[in-house]
Each structure stands twice: as structure tokens, then as C-alpha cells.
């Protein structure tokens, strides 16, 4: 696709986005304790952007609306459109389905064009939610797009000391540096270099997550170091192909 990102374009918001966050916003920082801890001006405040970071709550999507002031389009899981209602809530603040743990070449060309109007796209490279609230192995997807676009990454964290979304659960959200995907070692875009490129994005997003627990008094982790079960995953990724899913 080549960088299309040259000369900014205006990003206009959805009027569901416009409506509800005046209300709704002040109303997240208030009940859930929402804290931006670092990196909340990192976002361009216009041209294109891929937000990438890790998935604890199906609420995500909303924090992160509020964490910042644009209004960030996501790829959402394609079951939540078959429901009318979700489907049109969806749609309305932005979001599109994708097929997930495919090449979902429809999504791909959707999330594309997002970025060539100029609009930040919101991805969660690990696919579904964490059951733990660590950060997981991410898919290649977010790399294929960032690396065909020419758009930088801007990670992200998200954390929270509940494991259901509460009162007061405390939850934190951390932004990175802009990261391209040259940067992160993909030079011909080859599946070798989409896994190694998105391994080492999920262990800046681990990072960042680290500064949240920090931050709510609790321990840093570690980066996933079971080795047995990323060889085990890479393997399967370059036998069925799913390196590049979304």
C-alpha cells in the first residue's frame, strides 16, 4: 500500500462518539478509577496510527476512548456484529469485524483504508482476551499492516487489579513510543520476520504493563519465557499459515 500518511487528513469523529463522550468520560474516570500513568499525548493528534496493545476486558475499547482525545476505529471480533443491536453500537463508534486467527482479506483492506483517511486503527494483537490479565502471544497482523502502510505502531498497555470489570477496579493504561515496523526487524516482510517483529512488540506492551502494576504498588512480570510453548505455537504458525491472522 505504500505510506499514505504524507499530509495528514482530518479524522472526524462518529456521532455516537461525539455524544456520549462529554457524559460518559468523566463518568469512567469517576467509577473505575481510570489513570493514564504515561504516554498520554504520545498519539498524533492527526494523520494516520495503529494503536496496538494487549485485550483484559471486552470494556477495553471504552477506556481506551477515553484515555485519549481521538477517536481510535477497532477490529472487532465478527460475532459481536451478528447481534443487531451490538452490531449497530459497534459500527457507530467506529469499530469493523474481522475473522479472528485468519488472513481476513475484507478486514485487512477495511483496516487499510482506515489509515489512508487518516484515522488511528485500534488492534489487540493476541486475538481475545488474556485469561489472566498477562499479556499473550500476539498475531502477526497488526506487523502485515503496519510494515504494507508505512503507518508507525503505537503500543499500549492495559491493567487492572480485578479480574471482572468493577467499582473501582482500579484499571491503568500505560502508551509507548511510536515503533515502525522496520524498526522491529521486518525489512522483506517474510512470516519469519512478521513472529519475530510482533514477539518483540508484545514484550514492549508487557512492559508497559509492567509500569501500570508498578504504578498500582504491585510486582513487575516477566515476558512469556515458556519456551516450549512458543516453540510449540511458532510451529504450528508456519504450518498452517496462521502468522499473519488477525
Known amino acids: 500500500m505504500g505510506n499514505k500518511n504524507k499530509k495528514a487528513k482530518k479524522d472526524s469523529k462518529t456521532w455516537l ?3 456520549t463522550m462529554p457524559i460518559a ?5 469517576t467509577i473505575y478509577g481510570l489513570r493514564i500513568i504515561k504516554g498520554k499525548k504520545n498519539l498524533p493528534k492527526e494523520g494516520a496510527a495503529i494503536a ?6 471486552f ?4 477506556f481506551l476512548y477515553f484515555a485519549q482525545k481521538r477517536q481510535i476505529r477497532y477490529m472487532a471480533k465478527a460475532e459481536l456484529f451478528k447481534n443487531k443491536f451490538l452490531g449497530w453500537v459497534c459500527g457507530n463508534y467506529g469499530a469493523f469485524p474481522v475473522e479472528r486467527g485468519s488472513a481476513d482479506t475484507e478486514s485487512l483492506s477495511t483496516a487499510e483504508q482506515m489509515l489512508v483517511d487518516g484515522k488511528i486503527l485500534g488492534i489487540f ?3 481475545t482476551r488474556s485469561k489472566d490479565g498477562k499479556v499473550g502471544r500476539g498475531k502477526a497482523g497488526v506487523l502485515l499492516i503496519a510494515h504494507q502502510s508505512g503507518v508507525p505502531i503505537y503500543p499500549f498497555a492495559v491493567f487492572s487489579k480485578k479480574s471482572a470489570l468493577r467499582i473501582g477496579s482500579k484499571y491503568t493504561i500505560a502508551f509507548g513510543d511510536p515503533v515502525t515496523a522496520e524498526e522491529l526487524g521486518v525489512v522483506t516482510g517474510s512470516p519469519r520476520e512478521y513472529r519475530e517483529a510482533t514477539r518483540k512488540l508484545m514484550n514492549i506492551i508487557t512492559e508497559l504493563q509492567n509500569d501500570c502494576r508498578e504504578y498500582r504498588g504491585l510486582p513487575r512480570i516477566t515476558a512469556d519465557d515458556d519456551k516450549k510453548t512458543a516453540e510449540k505455537a511458532e510451529k504450528k504458525e508456519a504450518e498452517t499459515g496462521e502468522a499473519v491472522g488477525v
Open 17 to 19: 462518539y461525539r455524544l
Open 25 to 29: 468520560g468523566p463518568l469512567v474516570y
Open 52 to 57: 496496538a496493545g494487549n485485550h483484559i476486558h
Open 59 to 62: 470494556s477495553d475499547p471504552v
Open 125 to 127: 494483537p493476541e486475538g
